[in-house]
């Protein structure tokens, strides 16, 4: 089955700084790769996503690339604020619609 | 459009006991999935259904199972608890699989 690695776990920045977070999958059948944030004690918000015949889309700070050959994809997050602070999973998924997901990273952004 | 509801949102249960959670998509999301959300093992993927259907399965036991309705409405059943069921359970609705999932807030089930 499919294997997702997340990294770093825990990521502390200024704020204003950028932050940048690295995911990689095994399956090369997987073509939808969304990322999510959760907020302590709240649900995981979806907050963007990448099929695999693109390689790079953007939604105001928040951007994410993917690299088919490598089977790497990254989230990339300029001007943190501290509303930014959370923890963020992202997933891997196939036409079977199962999805896979890293194990988090626990943004820190210090004000 | 209303967002994913999940009932109950706590529950308490003794090991042995059963469990049933319902989830409720958003209207007009036929696809439903479920996952179990554990501070050690992260967020993972229980079942998905689609058209009342059951169309993956994830690596649990057999005492997981769950069903969808005709109103797309998902049940998921846990059997014979055990300790290690404590966790928060997850449901995530899509208009169709592989579309973007929206997650309902969850039900945390403790176990004693």
């Known amino acids: 089955g499919e294997n997702v690695e997340q990294h770093p776990s825990t990521l502390s920045v200024q704020e204003g700084d950028s932050a940048v977070i690295k995911c990689t999958y095994s399956?090369?059948?997987?073509?939808?790769f969304p990322w999510y944030k959760q907020e302590l004690g709240k649900r995981p918000q979806l907050i963007i996503d990448?099929?695999?015949?693109?390689g790079e889309k953007k939604d105001q700070r928040i951007a994410v690339t993917l690299n088919k050959t490598a089977k790497h994809f990254s989230l990339h997050i300029t001007e943190t604020q501290p509303e930014d602070s959370a923890v963020y999973f992202c997933?891997?998924?196939?036409?079977?619609?199962?999805?896979?997901f890293g194990t988090g990273t626990s943004l820190t952004v210090i004000p | 459009k209303a967002g994913v509801t999940q009932t109950p949102r706590y529950l308490i249960k003794t090991r042995g006991q059963q469990v049933t959670l319902s989830c409720s998509p958003i209207?007009?999301?036929?696809?439903v999935s479920w996952y179990q959300q554990t501070p050690g093992q992260g967020l993972q993927f229980l079942f998905e259904?689609?058209?009342?259907?059951?169309?993956n399965k994830g690596n649990f036991p057999g005492r997981f199972s769950g069903r969808q309705f005709s109103n797309s409405r998902s049940e998921m059943n846990v059997s014979t608890l055990e300790l290690g069921d404590s966790a928060l359970y997850l449901c995530?609705?899509?208009?169709?699989?592989?579309?973007?999932?929206?997650f309902g807030p969850g039900t945390r089930l403790t176990v004693t």
């Open positions: 995530a609705s899509s208009l169709l699989p592989v579309y973007e999932q929206y």
């Open positions: 399956d090369s059948a997987s073509n939808y």
């Open positions: 990448i099929r695999s015949n693109v």
């Open positions: 997933a891997a998924s196939n036409t079977g619609n199962q999805f896979y």
């Open positions: 209207s007009g999301h036929r696809s």
């Open positions: 259904y689609f058209s009342e259907t059951q169309r």
